[in-house]
């Protein structure tokens, strides 16, 4: 099935650095959501984002709906090692109607040394 | 409030065997979605009911699979008979109605292993 193209598929990063990950697709996406997965559980909402353009934050995270309406990012600012997980970028394409089908990124794994 | 409630956590089983998996969706929420995730596939969509009625599922693998929503507050994900393949984590979520664009809760999930 179609998915998302989701980068980078992994990060080290050092604890306090800030990170930035994206999605892109390719066709206009009226939702763009971005998930974090910690071992063991389900992948748990983080940002929801619904405008072209919206700039949205939770905390120390920042998302942005891509202008172009094809994109996203995310960023996490001055991380933390409980910002270890993998986080997901999901979105619903404008032509879907009333489909409420997610398509998803595959994923990037972030892992913070201390 | 309780979020969306799986069982069992884990399931091991043989190959050829049934594999009945179990949902409970957030109460008032309803749209229900059963995904499957793989190192090698993400997530995948299986199918989702909206209304208690299944609307989408293309992602349904095989006739092996089956899934049901007898009502608001219940849903199984039935393999029958189960592989090796299926092994995997079994995702149950679900959304609030009204509003197409509404965010998924997830469950925290069933991990599947057939022998």
């Known amino acids: 099935g179609q998915q998302l193209n989701q980068s980078p598929q992994s990060m080290f990063i050092q604890e306090g650095e800030d990170v930035s990950m994206n999605c892109t697709s390719s066709s206009i996406f009226n939702t763009w959501l971005w998930y974090k997965q910690d071992p063991g559980e389900g992948p748990v909402l983080l940002i929801a984002l619904y405008k072209a353009g919206e700039l949205t934050s939770n905390g120390r995270l920042t998302a942005q709906f891509g202008i172009t309406r094809k994109d996203s990012f995310l960023n996490i600012s001055a991380s933390i090692p409980s910002d270890v997980g993998i986080y997901f970028c999901?979105?619903?394409?404008?032509?879907?109607?009333?489909?409420?089908?997610?398509?998803w990124g595959l994923g990037t794994s972030l892992a913070v040394n201390p | 409030d309780a979020g969306v409630i799986q069982s069992p956590r884990h399931e091991v089983t043989e190959m050829g065997q049934e594999v009945t998996l179990r949902c409970k969706p957030i109460s008032g929420h309803n749209s229900l979605f059963w995904y499957r995730q793989t190192m090698m596939r993400g997530l995948e969509l299986l199918i989702y009911f909206n209304n208690n009625v299944p609307i989408d599922d293309s992602g349904m693998p095989e006739d092996r699979f089956s899934a049901k929503m007898p009502n608001a507050s219940f849903s199984t994900l039935k393999i029958q008979p189960s592989e090796p393949r299926d092994s995997a984590v079994y995702f149950c979520?679900?959304?609030?109605?009204?509003?197409?664009?509404?965010?998924?809760?997830f469950g925290n999930g069933t991990r599947l292993t057939v022998t």
């Open positions: 979520a679900s959304m609030q109605g009204g509003l197409v664009n509404s965010p998924l809760h």
């Open positions: 999901a979105g619903r394409p404008t032509n879907a109607g009333n489909n409420r089908k997610l398509i």
